[in-house]
Nanobody
Framework: QLQLVESGGASVQSGGSLRLSCVAS????????MGWIRQVPGKEREGLAA???????RYSDSVKGRFTVSQDKTNNTLYLQMDSLKPEDTAMYYC????????????????????WGQGTQVTVSS
């Protein structure tokens, strides 16, 4: 059974940093695309960052240069390092996974990831 379990969400002040983690299990394919999406109540999901099983990364314009996605394949763990956080980054953050071939289309507005976890809340205060 596919499972994605996020952790690391917290409340921080503007300009601060956080690192989110996601432990994945049960994905049946060797090749994949994993990443992070976020959602604010009443708004569409936004695909923020993606990394494929070859290590190639993609970012949305809203987080490029501030957020870094990485993976530790030995521990089946995905990370999102978030720096220079802003109040508008406040949202529920979800770890997500999809097939390798979709990695070019899952980042951006109306994220196209097919499966995501339960989420972890990030709150940035000014």
């Amino acid at each position: 059974q596919l499972q994605l379990v996020e952790s690391g969400g917290a409340s921080v002040q503007s300009g601060g940093s956080l690192r989110l983690s996601c432990v994945a299990s049960g994905y049946p394919y060797r090749d994949f695309c994993m990443g992070w999406i976020r959602q604010v109540p009443g708004k569409e999901r936004e695909g923020l960052a993606a990394i494929d099983s070859d290590g190639r990364t993609r970012y949305s314009d809203s987080v490029k240069g501030r957020f870094t996605v990485s993976q530790d394949k030995t521990n089946n763990t995905l990370y999102l390092q978030m720096d220079s956080l802003k109040p508008e980054d406040t949202a529920m953050y979800y770890c997500a996974i999809d097939s390798y071939s979709r990695c070019g289309v899952v980042v951006g507005p109306r994220s196209g990831f097919s499966f995501w976890g339960q989420g972890t809340q990030v709150t940035v205060s000014s």
